[in-house]
């Protein structure tokens, strides 16, 4: 665990004088401060949040994540020399460059809505948004490092980083909108509802929507999705496969790094 | 032999004792303590416009009935007309009664009788004010009223279902009648009209009713006004009716599939204006309705701001305010029969060059995605996704699929409230 905790804070240290974490920071504190500037209300700002946060955090960390691992090899193989354990090196690796980059979300769209006093009647959509935020750091950030420690080649890594982020953003509802219109007459809530749990991005999003958008979704004349976005329970269920999301790729990034010939 | 003058004191004597005979019979006491203990008894003594004071205390008694012309039945101190859920509590048959201060209470439910707390059948001018009624199947029941007025009552009831409980305020064939500062809350439906035209509804508050917080049917020429409609299982219906208006009021919290704010199905002619449309899973839905003035509303916060079908005809939506909801405008078609105009819409993101207040380019309030909900509903969803506002985005710019014609072509650059 000393391992561990040294690496952070190495890791921390080391992100703490990273221009680009920086441009990250203030970017978040721009653009949710200028949404209450140009006159939005609470539910209106976090919804604006909300498509930033879909798009931006996981490009970032996907790609920011990759060229990270990539960045760090020599400090790797450094403290490889060393009697530590590998997985203690890696859970430190990982946590140096998760934490920075979910503090920077969480305080660069926080402190505005804070200033501005957007929690208020808001508290759980900015809370909700806050989670759904961090929990796609933590996600993205494992699966760009498993993408680096599978790929060698490093164009080739933050390619695939930069392919992974499309899918998940983009082209997984493109997917998902053109399998509802293809199965329209069969009943696909179900198969609908676990599409959602199989992207984190979606996820993500179907956690601040069942705090903002909980009218227009109990507006769906089938039960199922009452049930789901009516109760704690979806969220709580979301909560957990964005979980999922994070643990499955860092297990999968830890046993490459365990595994892997430096 | 006697004087005239004598007889004339005898007279006046025997007129003041039959006088101070007929007020003490106007004002009758009924107290558990006696001498008068039942309202029973006291309403077989009753005459025309005379007052029965009530007072406090528990009163379980054969279902009352009010037969003599402008009594006056009034509690003092809140006493409870027990129905000990066997039976209704009471009938009012004659004209210009009041009720006044009573707690009328469990009637019970029956699937044969439509028992009510208070019921007024075949009378005209009645009074129902200040008046508590606590878990009856109906609560102040109308039946071929004339003229008579509601208010201030409280009606609250505790049923678990539809098919177990009744309405609130319920007005059978009861034109002119002016429903006012009632609470009405857990009921069927909160206030309900039916072949009950020129009632005035104002200032109540119906919520978390079984069905509609409002239900009305075939009741022409009505006002609602000031009323507020919150978490009411189905929202609001209104039905088969003309020349209404709907002024001043809040539609709220009305969520489920089947919920809505306020249904419109068959209205003719009328005036919607200075609601308030809020957290409802659809804020108005508008079906073979025209001719209808939908004006200075806000639609804040709904799922769907307004649902209007073409087969709504000439209605026109001016100076509204929409905001914050999910979808502003859906339909079923692509032609629209409806006028938008001069509205103001949060996700207009028009300019304004000339700087008369109202944008420069049109806006056009169906969304792409809300036509692809409308065919695939489990592709809501995806709401919100920066799939969907690419599709959206790509429509604005090359119109295909969304209706053309439902435009607002003056949207208005700031709101309006």
Known sequence: ?262 | MVSTRQVGIVGLLGISVVLCVRVAAAQIVVDPRGPVRSITQALEMVKAGGRITVRAGTYREPTLIVRTAGVTLEGEGWPVLDGESQRAVLIVTADDVTIRGLEVARTGVSNIEDRAGIRVRDAAHCRIEHNRLRDNLFGIYLQRALGCVIADNDVTAHGDGQSTSGNGIHLWYSPQTTVERNHIAGQRDGIYFEFSAGGITRHNTSERNQRYGLHFMFSDSCRYEFNTFRANNSGVAVMYSRGITIHHNRFEQSLGGAAYGLLLKEILGGEISENAFSENSTGMYLEGSSHLAVRDNDFVSNGWAAKVLASAVDNTFTGNRFEGNAFDVSTNSRSSNSTFDRNWWDAYKGYDLDRDGVGDTPFYPVRLFALIVEQHQPTLVLLRSPMVAVLDAAERVFPVLTPEALVDKHPLMRSPR
């Open chain 1, 1 to 262: 665990m000393t391992t561990t905790r040294l690496v952070v804070v190495a890791g921390i240290r080391d992100m703490a004088g990273n221009r680009w974490l920086a441009a990250y920071f203030a970017a978040f504190v721009v653009v949710a401060q200028s949404l209450f500037w140009f006159g939005g209300t609470g539910p209106q700002v976090v919804l604006s949040l909300l498509n930033v946060v879909l798009m931006v955090v996981p490009l970032v960390s996907l790609v920011f994540g990759a060229m990270h691992v990539y960045a760090s090899r020599e400090f790797v193989e450094l403290l490889l020399a060393q009697p530590v354990r590998r997985r203690d090196l890696f859970t430190g690796l990982y946590l140096g460059l998760a934490l920075p980059l979910t503090a920077a979300f969480v305080l660069g769209a926080g402190i505005p809505v804070l200033m501005n006093r957007g929690f208020g009647a808001n508290g759980i959509a900015v809370l909700a948004l806050l989670v759904a935020g961090a929990g796609l750091t933590f996600s993205c950030v494992a699966i760009a490092t498993w993408i680096a420690l599978r790929t060698d080649d490093r164009l080739k890594g933050i390619g695939m980083a930069l392919a992974a982020w499309l899918a998940t953003s983009l082209l997984y509802d493109g997917a998902v909108l053109a399998f509802a219109s293809a199965f329209g007459d069969w009943p696909i809530e179900k198969p609908m509802l676990a599409m959602m749990v199989t992207n984190p991005v979606d996820l993500a999003r179907v956690l601040v929507l069942a705090q903002v958008d909980a009218s227009a979704l109990m507006g769906y004349t089938g039960a199922l999705f009452e049930r789901t976005f009516g109760s704690a329970l979806g969220s709580l269920v979301a909560l957990g496969a964005l979980a999922l999301w994070c643990v499955g790729p860092w297990f999968l990034a830890a046993r490459r790094f365990d595994a892997r010939d430096f």
